[in-house]
């Protein structure tokens, strides 16, 4: 059989738009090693031309943060009625939304901090001292700050003192409209990356995170030898069973297909908290699906190249 034509959209011009580059890259090397020509572009006003004129058998959205993870681009992806990899439009509007995403899971018997949605409006309106005060009384310390749409740990606070509250608030704000402060639980954070195949969705082996400075942010993510990574993660047999079921249930939950990621945290008596789910998780060098790809004794490409057919047969 000759071998897919795959674009792979990597760019875009959300905050995370380097990751984005990175994780195309890294995709595209993988992929050409299993014999799929591969083009990488960004997206832009050519894009649409290039998809009517030569058109690709498969694209491969690696678009992360908001213009990559709403739903947009893969909506216009099926108006022109292009096969792709990942999960359809209006799952991904409700997954990249994490106040949307929480509720979801919960009402599927998931367990999920509790938390408070604010737009910035409401929060000026409000009066800020009044709600930051009421928050502290009923969510309690710890918590985080973080914007309500938005990947890769930017914009996120964890608060340990009433007075860090406001400076944590400015800056979810800067990257969004709407904040979710959350009850930050204090335990092992853990990734778990889930892969639909023949037989439907498999959770991957679980990634245990050991950031240097104690926070997964940004650079935690990003710098390499600044995250202590462990895959398998060394977890009791029955915890990680339930880190597995999580994952898999969050990602069926939302109506997700092909591949997600699952950031959970196991609490000190061996809880499992979902956190948020990402349907276009970082493949870069420093990423946690890479690294439990390989633990599970399998290939990027491969496991890639698995997907683009899954694509291409469901548009069949």
Known sequence: MKAPH???????????????????RRVAEALRETGVEVEVRDVDAELLRVLRDDRPDCVLPLLHGESGEDGAVREVLELVGVPYVGSRP?????????????????????RTPASVTLPHETFRELGAVAVMESIVASLGLPLIVKP?????????????DPNELPGAMVGAYAYGDTAIVEHFVVGAEVAVPVVEEADGPRALPIVSIEPDGGVYDYTARYTA??????VPAKLPDEVAAECARVAVAAHQALG??????????????????????????????????????????????????GLVRLAVERAG
């Open 6 to 24: 795959v674009l792979v959209l990597a760019g875009g011009l959300s905050h995370e738009r380097d990751v984005s580059l990175r994780s195309g």
């Open 148 to 160: 309500a749409r938005g990947g890769s740990a930017l914009g996120c606070t964890v608060v340990r």
């Open 90 to 110: 209006t799952a991904c509007r409700s997954a990249f939304d994490k106040p949307v995403a929480k509720a979801v899971v919960a009402r599927a018997g998931i």
């Open 256 to 305: 997700l297909r092909d591949l997600s990621r699952s950031d959970l945290i196991i609490d000190g008596d061996g809880a499992v908290w979902f956190l948020e789910v990402n349907v276009a998780p970082g493949l870069t060098e420093t990423s946690t699906v890479p690294l439990a790809v390989t633990a599970a004794g399998l290939d990027l490409g491969e496991v890639v190249a």
């Open 225 to 230: 030898g600044s995250t202590e990574f462990n």
